[in-house]
């Protein structure tokens, strides 16, 4: 069929030509008027020749495309005869090949891919492969085994639900570190997937000698990098070519698993360098953490909780908001913007030559916020510690407004997070601060 269609566009090219020089003979003989027969003869020639160039090309893309993919599957047969193509088990990480039915660490039944589709991996990312000596201790073996069911139980893997979205950078979807700033979005991860995620990311001997040497000295590349995200709680893991050592960063929770990621400032988060196996107790941390905040149902995040709160009570100084929130003034405007259009609250203006804006929560902003300041109250009394450390910021601004929960006292929250830090009080008791 294709070198009949690039038959037909040779034929339709011929017939165009011919009309042309006929054309061009018969007027030179005077035998044909220039007008408007050379004219209306042009135009037929042209046509034929756009369709013949046409049809010539379309043979000839599939023909191309023909070779490239008998090519492709030349070179994945020769890949097959060399003993199959590298994957990876997606259960445990262990390096294998595509012919394996079975991973022949954990026992996990592996999908193979097809040869066209399948593209393989530099290395192993995960765990090391098993020594196959004929000198094995079975009991020793039995034991290890055990104790790394033992700790996969203690992280109690299958009882996270949570779905948390994955994006990474400075890299393609294969983990070959590139520096690009482009983003991968590989969609809403398991704890499991997220897990083997980590396990892939590059290590200094997986870098281009070119870039590391521009991430060493201080060029304008992107480290490899992955962001798991859920509302304004993100967790983002890079692999700088320190060795096997990530690099984390957390913003919106001020400890997991053991290390602090306090704000320097709104601007500025600081940052933790873990061993791998660190970097996968974080995550494990991050995730149950997220679960049991979804789990608890509120329906404003805890930063929208805290500004809203802080207008029911009448302030609408953006500068002010984002000092008791601990976030940017831009942040906070957009904010008001997005729950104004929601109708949580309404916009005005006041003065004659300075326009000035102040916000009043509406009847359903009111009854938003009641509904999760119970939901407040209920984790306090509970005292749910998987939690408390995400709501540090809405349990502070209430205990400065004196607007807490029905039975929680101040003390309560001094005993489960401590006292607000005094810059945030001053915000609110400073007669000289304009709050409106």
């Known amino acids: 069929m ?4 690039h038959i037909i566009g040779l ?11 006929g054309t061009v003979l018969g007027i030179s003989k005077g035998e044909m ?11 037929f020639a042209a046509m034929f020749m756009t369709v013949g160039s046409l049809l010539m090309a379309k043979g000839g893309s599939e023909r191309k495309e023909k070779v490239s993919s008998i090519s492709t599957i030349n070179n994945s047969a020769y890949l097959k005869m060399q003993g199959g193509l590298d994957m990876f088990c997606p259960k445990c ?15 996990n039944k592996l999908e193979v891919k097809s040869y066209l589709e399948f593209q393989p991996l530099k290395e192993n990312r995960g765990a090391e492969v098993e020594s196959k000596s004929p000198d094995v201790n079975f009991e020793e073996k039995a034991e290890t085994k055990k104790k790394k069911e033992e700790e996969g139980k203690d992280l109690h893997v299958e009882d996270v639900s949570v779905r948390i979205n994955c994006h990474i950078q400075g890299m393609d979807r294969y983990f070959r570190p590139n520096g690009s700033y482009e983003t991968i979005d590989f969609g809403n991860l398991t704890l499991n997937e997220a897990i083997n995620i980590i396990k892939r990311l590059p290590t200094e001997k997986d870098f281009p000698p070119h870039l590391l040497r521009e991430l060493k000295e201080g060029y304008d590349v992107c480290p490899p990098t992955t962001i798991f995200s859920y509302g304004d709680y993100v967790v983002n893991i890079h692999s700088e070519g320190r060795g096997n050592n990530l690099e984390v960063v957390v913003d919106g929770l001020s400890e997991l698993a053991g290390y602090t990621f306090r704000r320097e400032d709104p601007y500025t988060l600081n940052s933790q360098e873990v061993k791998r196996e660190e970097a996968e107790k974080i995550i494990t941390e991050f995730y149950k953490k997220i679960d049991e905040f979804k789990k608890i149902g509120f329906i404003l995040d805890p930063f929208g909780f805290s500004v809203l709160m802080t207008i029911r009570h009448g302030i609408s100084n953006a500068g002010v908001i984002a000092g008791l929130t601990e976030n940017s003034v831009q942040r906070v405007r957009e904010l008001v913007e997005n729950f104004a259009n929601s109708g949580l609250l ?11 804006k102040y916000y009043e929560i509406t009847q359903r902003g009111e009854a938003i916020l009641w509904n999760d300041k119970e939901k407040f109250g209920k984790v306090i009394k509970d005292k749910k510690k998987e939690v408390l450390g995400m709501l540090t910021i809405p349990l502070w601004v209430m205990y400065i407004l004196n607007d807490l929960p029905g039975g929680i006292s101040h003390s309560s929250i001094v005993e489960l997070i401590g006292p607000p830090p005094s810059n945030m009080i001053e915000l ?3 007669p000289q601060v304009d709050l409106t």
Do not use: A, E, Q
């Open 33 to 43: 008027s220039f007008w408007p027969n050379f004219f209306i003869c042009c135009i």
């Open 11 to 21: 034929i339709f090219n011929g017939l165009g030509m011919v009309i042309l020089f």
């Open 93 to 107: 990480g262990t390096k294998v090949k595509d012919t394996y039915k079975y991973c022949y660490k954990c026992g």
């Open 2 to 5: 294709k070198k009949i269609i």
């Open 346 to 356: 309404t916009i005005h203006k006041k003065g004659f030559l300075r326009r000035k």
């Open 428 to 430: 609110v008791t400073n």
